[in-house]
């Protein structure tokens, strides 16, 4: 079962582009909401995380949408350059004394020049 | 401040054997969690580690084990190794209070 549903697979977006990637999950206990980053031979690097008590999470170009009742929470990079090329997962997990994350499969990014 | 070491960072195996994998974890970090990667995967949670104790633990047989030490670092087992296991395995470690995780740049195991 997978719990975090990540769309697209796969993205290529103009460098100064707008990157959009977005995830749906099913437990309603999740609390916890991040997203990594990963390029090739490196491990994921947190990037910006949500809690469901805010809608919207900024940090430099990033940002977080979140919908709590659509259970969708979704990844915004503005003006995409090449650096920004690499894996990126969403996951989610909920609080407490175990941080077991759930992962999305994954989106590779492509910013071309 | 150190960030997540893992050793060794490539590894060969024949189906059968037995592995050992190593973490250090992040400076002030008493949490060790170990995920696998399979290509073109996200991570899957094996098993959390706290104070010495499992404390959490994904699906995986028990073929997978692990330990932390005093020192908060930790290892990883697997035992008859299978050609599935092949993947990169990723340690992150994390303070008690909060949820960010550092991950390590993991080890990648090839199984043939």
């Known amino acids: 079962q997978q719990q975090v549903k990540q769309s697209p697979q796969s993205l290529i977006v103009q460098k100064g582009g707008i990157s959009i990637i977005n995830c749906a999950y099913e437990n309603t206990a999740f609390d916890y909401f991040p997203w990594y980053q990963q390029f090739p031979g490196k491990g994921p690097a947190l990037l910006i995380a949500i809690r469901p008590d805010v809608s919207e999470k900024k940090e430099g170009r990033f940002t977080i949408s979140f919908n709590k009742s659509a259970k969708q929470f979704s990844l915004h990079i503005m003006d995409s350059q090449p650096g920004d090329s690499a894996t990126y997962f969403c996951?989610?997990?909920?609080?407490?004394?175990?941080?077991?994350?759930?992962f999305g499969k994954g989106t590779l990014l492509t910013v071309n020049p | 401040e150190t960030g997540v070491t893992q050793s060794p960072t490539h590894l060969i195996k024949t189906r059968g054997q037995q592995v050992t994998l190593r973490c250090s974890s992040q400076s002030g970090h008493n949490t060790v969690s170990w995920y696998q990667q399979a290509l073109g995967q996200g991570p899957q949670f094996i098993f959390q580690?706290?104070?010495?104790?499992?404390?959490g633990r994904g699906n995986f047989p028990p073929r997978f084990s692990g330990l932390q030490f005093p020192n908060y670092s930790s290892e990883l087992n697997v035992n008859a190794l299978e050609l599935d296991d092949s993947a990169l395995y990723l340690c992150?470690?994390?303070?008690?209070?909060?949820?960010?995780?550092?991950f390590g740049s993991g080890t990648r195991l090839t199984v043939v």
């Open positions: 580690y706290y104070r010495e104790e499992e404390n």
């Open positions: 996951a989610a997990n909920s609080g407490g004394s175990n941080y077991k994350l759930t």
């Open positions: 992150a470690s994390s303070a008690k209070t909060g949820n960010g995780y550092t």
